[in-house]
Nanobody, 127 residues
C-alpha cells in the first residue's frame, strides 16, 4: 500500500517556476515507478512525466518536454516535478501516481498502469 500526498501547487505568472513534491508512505516506494499527470475540467487526464524506480530513466509528455523535470529521492520517499517557463495552458490539477508493475515509457504514459494516486494539487498560471 502506498499513500501519496502532493504539495507545492499555487498561483504563478507566466514564465515563472514551481516545484511540486509528492511524499509517499509505504514500503514499496523505492520499487515503484512514479508519474505526474494533470487534468483540467472537462478534459481527460494528461500524462506529464514519469520516472523509473531508481531514477535512471525519465519520460515526458510532448507539451512539457524541455520545461519540466521529474526527479526522485528514494531516501526521502519523495518525487518532484520542477516546472519552468510555465504557460497559462499548464494550469491544471496535478496528480502524482505510483506504478508497482510497470517501468517502461510505453506503459507509464497510461494512467491505467498506476495503482495509487494522490489527491492532487492545483497549479494556476496567469498570463
Amino acid at each position: 500500500q502506498v499513500q501519496l500526498v502532493e504539495s507545492g501547487g499555487g498561483l504563478v505568472q507566466a514564465g515563472g517556476s514551481l516545484r511540486l513534491s509528492c511524499a509517499a508512505s509505504g514500503r514499496t516506494f523505492s520499487s515503484s515507478a512514479m508519474g505526474w499527470f494533470r487534468q483540467t475540467p472537462g478534459k481527460e487526464r494528461e500524462f506529464v512525466a514519469a520516472i523509473n524506480e531508481n531514477g535512471g530513466r525519465t519520460y515526458y509528455g510532448d507539451s512539457v518536454k524541455g520545461r519540466f523535470t521529474i526527479s526522485r529521492d528514494n531516501a526521502k520517499n519523495t518525487v518532484y516535478l520542477q516546472m519552468n517557463s510555465l504557460k497559462p495552458e499548464d494550469t491544471a490539477v496535478y496528480y502524482c501516481a505510483a506504478s508497482s508493475f510497470y517501468s517502461s515509457s510505453y506503459f507509464l504514459r497510461s494512467e491505467t498502469k498506476y495503482d495509487y494516486w494522490g489527491q492532487g494539487t492545483q497549479v494556476t498560471v496567469s498570463s
